[in-house]
C-alpha cells in the first residue's frame, strides 16, 4: 500500500461520514429559522439541504442559503431589525 493511500482513505471516509451529519444539522437550522422568523428564509427545505452535494450550484447557492437562516436566527429577525454582519459567511464562501 503506498504511503499517502491511507491519508486519502482516512478522508475519504471522514467526508462519507461527515456529509450526512452537516445535512441533517442544516436542515434542522434552516426549519428553526423558517419558525422563528417566518417569510426571511426562501426557498423550500428541499431546495436547502439538496443543493449542498451539486457541486457546480454551491458556486453561487451556498451562500444566500447561510445568510438567510443566518438573518432569521438574529433576534428581531425581519424588516426592522438591525443588519447582522456577513463577514464569517463571506469568509466561508470564499474558501
Excluded: E, K, N
Amino acid at each position: 500500500m503506498p504511503a499517502g493511500s491511507w491519508v486519502t482513505t482516512l478522508y475519504l471516509w471522514g467526508t462519507v461520514l461527515t456529509t450526512p451529519v452537516f445535512l441533517v444539522w442544516f436542515a434542522r437550522c434552516r426549519r428553526t429559522a423558517v419558525l422563528l422568523s417566518p417569510g426571511v428564509v426562501r426557498g423550500s427545505a428541499a431546495w436547502g439541504v439538496l443543493v449542498w452535494p451539486i457541486p457546480v450550484v454551491g458556486l453561487w447557492a451556498h451562500r444566500p442559503l447561510v445568510q438567510d437562516v443566518l438573518r432569521a436566527s438574529t433576534p428581531g429577525a425581519g424588516a426592522a431589525a438591525p443588519a447582522r454582519s456577513d463577514t464569517l459567511v463571506d469568509v466561508r464562501w470564499g474558501a
